[in-house]
């Protein structure tokens, strides 16, 4: 115990020095490459962007929206997610999932407070941001961060917090492709050196820009553009993670599903969730929290949080409809499992389009969500050959990439869609292009897949030759439960 801790803790610090150092080495945006997106959610401290006079102040209203939606992602992870993920494991395995998401949560919590925020949301190169906020060093309650509208700003405290959930869901989501056979310590360093080198780089490529404040012609358009994340400035829509959550954090689980390897009697043995009660519970609150999730996305409480929210709604029932009829259609009978795995396919694939299509693109984006996904986690899996435990590469990357790609169709205004707005005319961009826009969220796809894939790679071989990443066989078949906490979920 006293040994992995100290491991622990000297990985930690490692992970740190790294990663300041590569913020040191970061390189310089590319103005050449300069397309500024609509809205993809990403808002800069005041202290990064040039001064405006007069100061800007918060509305109560857009405030208070954030805080709600900040608490309503919370809620996501905990108990959502660690419910979700925690029904359909085995029962010797649930309390290994709760504490996982547990210590997860917390611990990413502490590091965006650290370093995280302001690698990810400050003003320094294309791939990572500055240390402006290091230990959130210069915030005060008076400091506000941009939103999408001129002139209108949110406490800066409530953004960095609104931001550090969608840390902590993006990491927890990781331990569900591998579950039940991982070391308790191997996670947590894993998760300290994923987090710093993949999803803060992924997070300020995609969502970081200094905001609109100090556009005025194309000139200024373009230097604020310039100071911008490498993927916002070729103009990646993803309204609240498709790349950056999603996609992001599939990837890293698949890579650790081959790393570690399969579960002791995979494929010979029965592995049914062991509490379909749990997983219905888990999907409702989750369902629930990605309200926060994507309309919070938003920064305000406003006209485009208002389209996020229906959305939201509807296309995860049309994705939950879509799985379920297929499975009965081929199976025979709907199961629970079906249904709730579908509204995850549903709420997984709108993520990315939620400010940025119309009801009926997020009613097909829903439905295509439910099919493809079913298919993800069961002829994609056989032919990937992976023990993928409880499926989050078939739904969170299989769905984070379709619904990545279906923005770009479904935000055209001819189709519903709110297209690119132009700050400088104020108004909607009239040329959209949808094979363009394919084009361009195929880049931020593409960028996030490798991007991830290495760094995982990379993480999950160093801990294995320093520390182990598989508990011990006897320990497997005991269940983590017992053998990595000393205790048991149910008492006979």
Request: proline share 4%; net charge negative.
């Amino acid at each position: 115990m006293l040994t992995w801790m100290k491991k622990l803790l000297a990985g930690s610090a490692m992970a740190l020095a790294i990663g300041t150092t590569g913020v040191m080495v970061t390189s310089p945006a590319f103005a050449d490459d300069a397309k500024p997106a609509a809205s993809a959610p990403a808002a800069a401290s005041a202290a990064a962007a040039a001064p405006a006079a007069p100061a800007a102040v918060p509305n109560k209203g857009d405030t208070a929206w954030m805080l709600i939606s900040t608490a309503l992602v919370l809620l996501m992870t905990l108990p959502g997610l660690a419910l979700f993920y925690g029904g359909l494991t085995r029962s010797k395995n649930i309390l290994s999932i709760c504490m996982q998401c547990f210590m997860i949560f917390s611990v990413i919590t502490v590091l965006w407070a650290l370093y995280g925020y302001s690698i990810a949301f400050t003003e320094g190169g294309a791939f990572f941001g500055g240390l402006d906020r290091l230990f959130l060093g210069g915030m005060t309650p008076d400091s506000v961060a941009a939103t999408f509208s001129k002139g209108v700003v949110i406490p800066e405290y409530v953004f960095m917090a609104f931001q550090a959930v969608f840390a902590t869901i993006t990491c927890c989501l990781i331990i569900g492709s591998f579950a039940e056979r991982a070391k308790f310590s191997a996670i947590l360093v894993f998760m300290i050196i994923w987090f710093t080198f993949s999803y803060l780089p992924i997070a300020h490529m995609v969502w970081f820009w200094p905001g609109p404040d100090d556009i005025k012609d194309a000139a200024s358009l373009d230097a604020m553009t310039a100071r911008a994340g490498w993927l916002f400035q070729k103009g990646v829509l993803d309204f609240a993670g498709g790349t950056v959550v999603h996609i992001n954090a599939a990837i890293a689980g698949l890579v650790g599903s081959f790393v570690i390897g399969k579960r002791l009697g995979y494929g010979k043995e029965a592995m049914k969730p062991h509490n379909m009660v749990y997983v219905m519970t888990g999907a409702a609150l989750l369902w629930f929290g990605w309200f926060g999730f994507n309309a919070g996305s938003a920064l305000e409480a406003n006209g485009s949080a208002g389209l996020a929210f229906v959305n939201t709604y509807l296309a995860t029932a049309a994705a939950v409809l879509s799985w379920s009829f297929a499975e009965w259609v081929h199976k025979g009978k709907p199961s629970m499992l079906g249904g709730a795995s579908g509204c995850v396919a549903g709420l997984v694939a709108i993520t990315p389009a939620a400010g940025f299509v119309g009801p009926m693109g997020a009613l097909a984006i829903g439905a295509a969500a439910g099919l493809v996904c079913l298919w993800g986690v069961t002829g994609l899996k056989k032919m990937l050959g992976s023990d993928d435990s409880l499926d989050v590469f078939g739904v969170h990357g299989v769905g984070g990439i379709l619904g990545a790609l279906l923005t770009g169709i479904f935000a055209d205004p001819a189709l519903g869609g709110t297209g690119v707005w132009d700050y400088v005319a104020n108004a909607v961009t009239p040329d959209y292009s949808i094979s363009s826009q394919l084009w361009i969220q195929a880049q931020g796809v593409i960028t996030t897949v490798i991007w991830s894939g290495v760094v995982s790679f990379i993480a999950f071989k160093l801990i294995d030759m320093v520390i182990g990443l598989r508990v011990k066989e006897d320990e497997e078949r005991e269940g983590l439960d017992i053998s990595s906490h000393g205790e048991s979920a149910y008492e006979s």
